[in-house]
């Protein structure tokens, strides 16, 4: 029998890569999407060619009502839960909508899952925010130490779907997946900030780019392999909690550089903090500032995972290293302004 699985954000860069992913194994695929009044272009589910095989519902992780209706409807052997408000900086200005979303949407789903019956393996999109400062390299075990609204509300998820695991017998996993990136990411997040940046600037479309804190670390993965790890979770004989990451930490500075490489773009940085620049060496001018508005209230240093629980037991493995990971953003985006 073909598997039934039900994505919510399934028009987000996760949410169309597992589409993608479930439909080439058999799987009928929903998934929900924002309500709005204007219709919506789906254009990651265009993009990667799979929209006219979807079955998609408009509906929102706050309304308990809708969702259970959904469920009840749809009858899903999986649910993989990718909707959130998925902003780190963001989570600071909208607190309370974040928290209804990231949080409260889960255990609503974990509700409802549980009152019908709890044969519906559940996947919850966990995150390295999580871990805050901890010491890295993060695993399994680190100790949770949020340092946003964004993080605080995933954590109370985090921590739900394990509980609804052990006290209700769900199959129920949590994957701490720390940053996947692609071209198919959102341009808030900085790589592909970087990445389009830069192609614009190349292009004489833009002047200069603008970014926040160049030393933080992050362990930045391809998207594609990361849905791949969830989709282990849920065929994992027991649920349970996972990382997926590379193992590899790079400064946002280290990719800004990788992708001028990528770009045969020579930079030179001068200055310091707030005043540093990076200057093109070639004509001597700027092409990247500071804006100390875009520094968070409170910033995560230094997030780097340790996947070896789910290399060992999901036998997940990744396809991309760094280089070629900004290499393929950035062809992507020079490739994407150049055709318009
Ligand atoms: O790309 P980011 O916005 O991603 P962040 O905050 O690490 O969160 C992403 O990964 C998490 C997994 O660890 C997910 F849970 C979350 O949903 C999201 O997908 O920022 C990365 C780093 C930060 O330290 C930030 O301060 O880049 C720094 N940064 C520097 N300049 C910037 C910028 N971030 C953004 N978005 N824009 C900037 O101009």
New binding site residues.
């Given amino acids: 029998m073909p598997k039934t699985a039900l994505i919510t954000g399934i028009a987000g860069q996760d949410g169309a890569y597992l589409a993608r992913l479930l439909l080439e194994k058999g799987y009928t695929v929903h998934g929900t999407t924002r309500r709005s009044s204007m219709p919506q272009g789906h254009t990651r589910l265009e993009a990667l060619g799979v929209i006219d095989h979807l079955h998609l519902h408009e509906s929102e992780l706050t309304e308990a009502s809708n969702l259970q209706r959904l469920v009840g409807r749809v009858a899903p052997d999986e649910i993989y839960n990718l909707a ?1 408000q ?4 963001t989570s600071f200005d909208v607190p309370i909508y974040t928290t209804d979303i990231n949080a409260l949407g889960p255990l609503r789903l974990l509700e409802i899952v549980r009152t019908m019956g709890g044969k519906c393996r559940f996947y919850q ?6 871990f805050g400062n901890a010491p890295a390299p993060q695993s399994e075990e680190t100790p949770l130490n949020p340092r ?1 609204p ?2 605080a509300a ?1 954590t109370l998820a985090h921590h739900a779907t394990l509980n609804y695991a052990s006290a209700f017998g769900l199959h129920a996993s949590s994957g701490i ?5 692609s071209p198919l ?2 341009i ?7 990445a389009r940046g830069l192609a614009h600037i190349a292009l004489g479309r833009q002047d200069k ?11 930045w993965g391809y998207a594609p392999d990361y849905v791949e790890g969830m989709w282990r979770m849920l065929q994992h004989d027991s649920p349970r909690s996972f990382v997926l990451a590379t193992g590899e930490g790079h400064t ?1 500075r280290d ?1 800004v550089e990788a992708a001028c490489r990528s770009m045969d773009w020579s930079i030179a940085w001068s200055g310091e903090g707030e005043h540093e620049i990076a200057i093109d060496t070639k004509t001597g001018r700027t092409i990247i500032t ?2 100390p508005q ?3 209230p409170l ?3 230094k ?1 780097v995972g340790d996947p070896s629980l789910a290399e060992r037991e999901l036998g997940w493995t990744r396809s991309v290293d760094f280089a070629q990971l900004v290499d393929l953003m950035i062809r992507h985006d020079l490739h994407e302004a150049t055709a318009r």
């Fill in positions: 959130a998925s902003h780190v900086a999109a966990s995150t390295s925010e999580m946003s964004y993080a995933k997946l720390f940053n996947h990136e990411r959102g808030g997040f900085v790589t592909r900030k970087v780019l603008l970014l926040g804190n160049l030393d933080a670390v992050r362990d946002v990719f500071i804006d875009l520094y968070r910033e995560v240093n997030l």
